[in-house]
């Protein structure tokens, strides 16, 4: 056996290795950024999209009713009347698993109602992924 039949025997060498483990921890370490900034996109997408469903479902309250539901009947009402269909737990939970807030009258809306999620955080106020998001 000669000596380049030998080496390559021999395999990949140490170094090898490690440029290969370090190139895949960079394309890992890009694709989870990614990933996790559109995770937090979407999930404030579906908060939009389901204050904009309760908005429709508290409207279709009045229309039945006569007026808005109060803030002490809350979501609830919606949910007993059957117009709010619940989430799989049977409440009304925003993407961060937060009820959604509602208030009439409004603290935005003065002459009509809020429907509020507030964000990542749970806490009025914020910005980016812990923003308010209101009713329009």
């Given at each position: 056996?000669?000596?380049?039949?030998?080496?390559a025997?021999?395999?990949?060498?140490?170094?090898?290795?490690?440029?290969?483990?370090?190139i895949?921890?960079?394309?890992?370490?890009?694709?989870?950024v990614?990933?996790?900034?559109?995770?937090?996109?979407?999930?404030?997408?579906?908060?939009?999209?389901?204050?904009?469903?309760?908005?429709?479902?508290?409207?279709?309250?009045k229309?039945?009713?006569?007026?808005?539901?109060?803030?002490?009947?809350?979501?609830?009402?919606?949910?007993?009347?059957?117009?709010?269909?619940?989430?799989?737990?049977?409440?009304?939970?925003d993407?961060?698993?937060?009820?959604?807030?509602?208030?009439?009258?409004?603290?935005?809306?003065?002459d009509?109602?809020?429907?509020?999620?507030?964000?990542?955080?749970?806490?009025?106020?914020?910005?980016?992924?812990?923003?308010?998001?209101?009713?329009?």
């Open positions: 056996m000669n000596a380049k039949q030998r080496r025997q021999r395999g990949m060498t140490l170094i090898e290795i490690m440029v290969v483990v370090i895949i921890g960079l394309i890992g370490t890009a694709v989870a990614n990933v996790f900034g559109n995770l937090a996109e979407a999930k404030m997408r579906t908060a939009k999209s389901d204050i904009s469903n309760i908005t429709g479902a508290v409207d279709t309250y229309l039945l009713r006569g007026r808005y539901p109060t803030t002490e009947e809350g979501l609830g009402i919606l949910l007993q009347e059957k117009i709010l269909k619940p989430n799989k737990d049977g409440k009304v939970k993407p961060w698993d937060h009820d959604y807030v509602y208030l009439c009258p409004g603290q935005v809306h003065a009509g109602y809020d429907v509020k999620s507030y964000g990542a955080d749970g806490a009025p106020g914020g910005e980016g992924e812990n923003a308010d998001l209101v009713n329009p």
